[in-house]
Each structure stands twice: as C-alpha cells, then as structure tokens.
C-alpha cells in the first residue's frame, strides 16, 4: 500500500490550498481516509476524516474553512483548505484506515503547508 500527499506550498494567510492523496494498492473503498497536520512541536492531530460511506468529520479549528473529499473511483481523497492562517502551518498527512475487519492503517509520507502572515 502506498499513499502520496501533495499540494502543499507557501501560501499567504487568507489564501488557499487543495491538497491531493493518491491511493496505490489498496482496496480504497474499504477504507475511511483521513487527513492529519503535525506542527513543529506539537503532537500529530486528526484534521478530516471521510469514511467509506463519505461521512465526514472535521476538526473544530478547520470546520467551515477545510473540505474533505474522495473519489474512489481514482482512489484520491483532497483536503481543500480556505482562509488558511499560519496556525495552519504544518506537515499534512493522509491516512487510510481500515473501516471492518482487520484495523489496518496506513500512512503517506506528508507534504509540507506553510502559511505566512
């Protein structure tokens, strides 16, 4: 299973970003994605989760600014993220989690979100 972030950049505060994950041998659908951030510091945090039914969940710090998406079909999962401020600073990470059976997880390698002010 491979999972690869991008999207990420430089970005002045107000702006936005659509980050993308692409999902390679994985059974996507099987799977609730989700996006997390690590700040310099601070603990790795859950930011979206989009289930396997397209159930979605967001992080208060981000609700009404961030949207989490999938496509199955392409097996991508997108975090488009508006009025970015640069406590939004941080490596983003997605996240594929098994939503029955077996708890499998898996992890992309992160892409950086820098926001300046």
């Known amino acids: 299973v491979q999972l690869q972030a991008s999207g990420g950049g430089l970005v002045q505060a107000g702006g936005s970003l659509r980050l993308s994950c692409a999902g390679s041998d994985i059974t996507f659908v099987a799977y609730d994605m989700a996006w997390y951030r690590q700040a310099p510091g601070k603990q790795r945090e859950s930011v979206a989760v989009?289930?396997?039914?397209?159930?979605?969940h967001y992080a208060d710090s981000v609700k009404g600014r961030f949207s989490i998406s999938r496509d199955n079909t392409k097996k991508m999962v997108y975090l488009q993220m508006h009025s970015l401020n640069p406590d939004d600073t941080a490596v983003y990470f997605c996240?594929?989690?098994?939503?029955?059976?077996?708890?499998?997880?898996?992890w992309g390698q992160g892409t950086q979100v820098t926001v300046s002010s």
């Open positions: 989009i289930s396997d039914g397209s159930s979605t």
């Open positions: 996240n594929a989690r098994r939503s029955r059976g077996t708890p499998l997880s898996y």
